[in-house]
Nanobody, 123 residues
Framework: QVQLVESGGGLVQAGGSLRLSCAAS????????MGWFRQAPGKEREFVAA????????YYADSVKGRFTISRDNAKNTVYLQMNSLKPEDTAVYYC????????????????WGQGTQVTVSS
């Protein structure tokens, strides 16, 4: 079992930045592929970014490429999502997720999910 706890969400003006964090409970954190997803009101959950266990491979949705950066610190069992140049359309609940599969891509097929953190971008 893996417990994931997100933090760092909040209200920010368009063009601003936020950094989300996701702390994991397992000591084998470095073996897990980690992903960030988001869900806006009335919309399906969508893939944002993913990172391999070592951190050497990353993958981004086209909508955030060049603005968001996913990273991880395996010594702290934590994955991050740095969000820059935020837009109102980035408003959503952001979730982190973990899976054992080493494949890094836009799949939503993850084994464990956090509870989410709200990000609101005002225009």
């Amino acid at each position: 079992q893996v417990q994931l706890v997100e933090s760092g969400g909040g209200l920010v003006q368009a063009g601003g930045s936020l950094r989300l964090s996701c702390a994991a409970s397992r000591r084998t954190f470095s073996t897990w592929t980690m992903g960030w997803f988001r869900q806006a009101p009335g919309k399906e959950r969508e893939f944002v970014a993913a990172i391999s266990g070592s951190g050497s491979v990353t993958y981004y949705a086209d909508s955030v490429k060049g603005r968001f950066t996913i990273s991880r610190d395996n010594a702290k069992n934590t994955v991050y999502l740095q969000m820059n140049s935020l837009k109102p359309e980035d408003t959503a609940v952001y979730y982190c997720a973990a899976r054992l599969s080493p494949v890094v891509g836009p799949s939503t097929d993850y084994d464990y999910w956090g509870q989410g953190t709200q990000v609101t971008v005002s225009s």
